[in-house]
């Protein structure tokens, strides 16, 4: 089978059309028809060989909602008519301890939708019948990519950490990741806080679910904020004043970062005293996404998307790489 | 009442006789005749005002073992002639979110037995009724002050953090507290490894309870442990290779740190990868020292201890200040 796709030959390339061959499906394997697909900052890493395991050509793309055309013969749970998503992974052993454990998104030998094969950027995807997690009733094909790889990436550390609804959030950087953040938290039951050197995104900010709104660019803004949030969850991949978030931090208060910032220095002696803790997660288990889907359905969650037609893949990549949107960038398949 | 104590008069004196009047008992209050008091880094660090808090003369020791020799009116669950003990923390406001919540070692508020009052180098010591902690049948005034801090220290650590039997823990640093964290973890059923840069220390750290001894100053040690640690406790105050032990853990894995080392830097995609974290903690609460004491008198674990009489504080006191013990040094009451 052919499939249809846009792929760059080389870093900082304009993507081109593209098609290769899927081969037989395996007996573990389900297709999709692509109906939508997000673009993450991962995809333009990815194109640019940032972490240097891009090779090419490369079909990116990895928040992809479509329904399912074909699956193999060892497929039982899903059927081709269905709709579905799939992430960053398109598949891991299933059997290393950290799969059978269920946290399939650190099995040490996960592969990536886009690392050495193809990706959502095409009419069709291929992956493990793992990962390829159904949408609920309510959750549209044309939106849903995006909870694959930017929303899981932020629901999953509110699972994680245990995060209530009595606790108090705060969010750091209002962006692709951040404004799903806001939704989720807000319909979690939280006291939620949006972060933000930008003091023109308050307003969306707030519709998005914020009950508070700082602009951490105004001096001393974090220390008048000392000892109260039980999380704060950096979306942001710059390095900030460590130091003064964490004084921000309630005892026994988190500071969780999905935005990969180079490195973090912080003094020792404030995370001792007030048992403070940072650290990091990447995206979630498969049955962290079927509970993100179900929770994105009965509270009405969905990204807040910009669509594409597919064949105008380069506009919207160039929309991405000159701003920072407060939203998400979906390509529509018009192939 | 007169109480009888040794205190220092100003920094890095030696200490000497020294009375104060203790005055009425207060109606939560209760007195403790001192048995034994532990000598902890903490009250080196007072002695010599290196946390600019201390007040003098300084009575120190805050590791306090003994028999209650009077309550205040208010005071109905505990009764003279009753052995308890007495760490850190002489009172705390029982009143706020922390208190209420359990978490009184957390307290705001919560006030030093040698913060601006007088400690445990003495015949006798006051505190509030909640952190006096009575001592189970089987757990000795000779040697259970240690308990009250160097132990709740590493005990805490593994309580706050959901250690479970199956995990595998490291404690980096055999000594005052090291040695304590070693017994605790081998009792609580973990696969326990030591982690020193004494290789002489190997032979007593098994017989502590580590099933490992690893030799940290080996070049490449800490790297064939990779992905090894579900937690790695630091009780050493020095900086360390942060990466390395951060790639010691496991996904999900937590570096926890109760030695004050100055600060903590940290690459942050190996945390996000993994979904690993650091943090620290203080103490703990009543309620854990209460915990713990049951678990030490079950499992017949006490601190390693070397004794002196109150008389020879000064001795003591150098013979600290000059080497690394392996154990914890233990003033016994001789007034």
């Known amino acids: 089978m052919i499939v249809k796709a846009y792929a760059a030959k080389a870093p900082e390339k304009s993507l081109e059309p593209f098609e290769y061959e899927l081969g037989d499906i395996g007996a573990d394997q389900v297709d999709i028809d692509v109906s939508s697909c997000g673009i993450c900052h991962s995809d333009l890493s990815m194109l640019d060989n940032h972490w240097d395991i891009t090779e090419y050509p490369i079909v990116p793309g ?53 690392v050495g094969r193809h990706g959502g950027f095409a009419d069709r995807v291929r992956a493990h019948k793992g990962w390829v997690i159904p949408l609920p009733a309510g959750v549209s094909t044309k939106t849903a990519g995006p909870l694959f790889c930017g929303g899981i990436t932020v629901f999953n550390p509110i699972v994680q950490n245990n995060v209530r609804p009595t606790d108090r959030v705060a969010v750091v950087g209002i962006g692709g990741l951040g404004h799903m953040a806001l939704r989720f938290l807000n319909a979690w039951g939280c006291e939620v806080t949006a972060f933000s ?26 220390e008048k904020l000392a000892g109260h949030f039980d999380m704060i ?33 912080a003094t020792v002696f404030p995370m001792i005293l007030g048992q ?60």
């Open 197 to 222: 050197t930008s003091p023109d995104k308050e307003s969306a900010a707030r519709d998005l679910g914020a009950h508070n709104f700082v602009n951490t660019a105004d001096s001393g803004a974090l």
């Open 62 to 114: 990895h928040e992809i909602a479509g329904t399912i055309r074909a699956v193999g013969k060892g497929v039982t749970h899903l059927t081709p008519g269905q709709n579905v998503g799939l992430g960053w992974f398109a598949e891991s052993c299933m059997t290393c301890q950290q799969c059978l454990s269920g946290n399939h998104n650190l099995c040490p030998d996960a592969v990536g939708v886009i």
């Open 233 to 265: 969850l950096v979306t942001v991949n710059v390095a900030l004043d460590w130091d003064a978030y964490i004084g921000a931090l309630s005892p026994k208060g988190k500071l969780h970062i999905v935005g990969a910032a180079p490195s973090v220095e």
């Open 276 to 335: 403070r803790s940072f650290g990091g997660s990447p995206l979630g288990s498969p049955a962290t996404m079927a509970s993100m889907l179900d929770f994105a359905a009965r509270h009405v969650i969905e990204p807040v998307t910009e669509a594409f037609p597919m064949s105008k893949v380069n506009d919207a990549l160039e929309k991405l790489r000159s701003g920072k949107p407060g939203h998400r960038i979906v390509l529509e398949n018009d192939f």
